[in-house]
């Protein structure tokens, strides 16, 4: 199993940035698992955006759950990230990754990821 | 949210040698924790989870234990790719709410 993100590495600020993550050695639309997004700023740690299911049922961080929207493509086995209005605080590398189901079946912990991908805010 | 502190922030320790990371949840996860590797410039990796199990092809050498609020993670006869950045992350609530810890960075003394 494999993810890719894409996406314009520069954004300016107001603007919305959107991600995509390609998935490839498993297919989204008969997975049991959910797909998320994780983001981290230069020389700093981890912080959770959201996930979704097949479905399209998505959670989000409460912190950017107002600017945040998560997507599925089923068939082009791809999610989505878009997040409104950004800052230069919105500079980090994105990350996407799996959220593996666990013992009582919800999402829990990230595996794979992939390799991630800089995205800056600036004019 | 439930707030993860990990400590220290930096440890330095020889190859060979043993390594103790901890990470403090503020309140209870049961044993809902994940740990993480981060080598520079890469994607984090999934070395443990459950609080004490090991994801596929993680040497034996790491190892994972505590339930609730205090978890370690441990790394026995250090090797040069071990010195990296550690995370620990909980998932014990639902809907979900993922945090992580601020990391602690392990390097050679």
């Known amino acids: 199993l494999q993810l890719q993100e894409s996406g314009p590495g520069l954004v300016k600020p107001s603007e919305t940035l959107s991600l995509t993550c390609t998935v490839s050695?498993?297919?989204?639309?008969?997975?049991?698992?959910?797909w998320g997004w994780v983001r981290q700023p230069p020389e700093k740690g981890l912080e959770w955006i959201g996930i979704?299911?097949?479905?399209?049922?998505?959670y989000y961080n409460p912190s950017l759950k107002s600017r945040v929207t998560i997507s599925v493509d089923t068939s082009n086995n791809q999610f989505s990230l878009k997040l409104s209005s950004v800052t230069a605080a919105d500079t980090a590398v994105y990350y996407c990754a799996r959220v593996v189901r666990g013992v009582v079946s919800d999402p829990d912990w990230f595996d794979p990821w992939g390799q991630g991908t800089l995205v800056i805010v600036s004019s | 949210e439930i707030v993860m502190t990990q400590s220290p922030a930096t440890l330095s320790v020889s190859p060979g040698e043993r390594a103790t990371l901890s990470c403090r949840a503020s309140?209870?996860?049961?044993?809902?924790l994940a740990w993480y590797q981060q080598q520079p410039g890469q994607a984090p990796r999934l070395l443990i989870y459950g609080a004490s199990t090991r994801a596929t092809g993680v040497p034996a050498r790491f190892s994972g234990s505590g339930s609730g609020t205090e978890f370690t993670l441990t790394i026995t006869s250090l090797q040069s790719e071990d010195f990296a950045v550690y995370y620990c992350?909980?998932?014990?609530?639902?809907?979900?709410?993922?945090?992580f810890g601020q990391g602690t960075k392990l390097e050679i003394k």
């Open positions: 050695g498993d297919s989204i639309s008969s997975s049991y698992s959910y």
């Open positions: 992350q909980q998932y014990d609530r639902w809907p979900p709410v993922y945090t």
């Open positions: 979704i299911f097949r479905t399209g049922s998505t």
């Open positions: 309140q209870s996860v049961s044993g809902n």
